[in-house]
Nanobody, 115 residues
Framework: QVQLVESGGGLVQPGGSLTLSCVAS????????LYWYRQAPGKERDLVAS????????NYADSVKGRFTISRDNAKNTVYLQMNSLKPEDTAVYVC????????WGKGTQVTVSS
């Protein structure tokens, strides 16, 4: 079955950096677009970034453009989210997602940006 396991979250000071990872299994990773979403307490889940199957095309939410970078390693079945210049408003649970024959979500990793 499809599984997505995120890691790399934690507590970081404003202006700091983190790199999230999402390891996937149960489907042909190299043929699907992957997505990172985030959900802050009391808010809806928002799309942060996406990357096409080969990595040739990426898209970002306006709020993270220029600060976050999505990438993937198809040999490792892993998608990454490099987050720089973090702000308190980036605090959220970050979740990766794939649409194959359905939509599959990981359990997420908590990112807290606070001094």
């Amino acid at each position: 079955q499809v599984q997505l396991v995120e890691s790399g979250g934690g507590l970081v000071q404003p202006g700091g950096s983190l790199t999230l990872s999402c390891v996937a299994s149960g489907f042909t990773f190299s043929t699907y677009t992957l997505y990172w979403y985030r959900q802050a307490p009391g808010k809806e889940r928002d799309l942060v970034a996406s990357i096409t199957s080969t990595g040739a095309s990426t898209n970002y939410a306006d709020s993270v453009k220029g600060r976050f970078t999505i990438s993937r390693d198809n040999a490792k079945n892993t998608v990454y989210l490099q987050m720089n210049s973090l702000k308190p408003e980036d605090t959220a649970v970050y979740v990766c997602m794939v649409r194959t024959w359905g939509s599959y979500w990981g359990k997420g990793t908590q990112v807290t940006v606070s001094s």
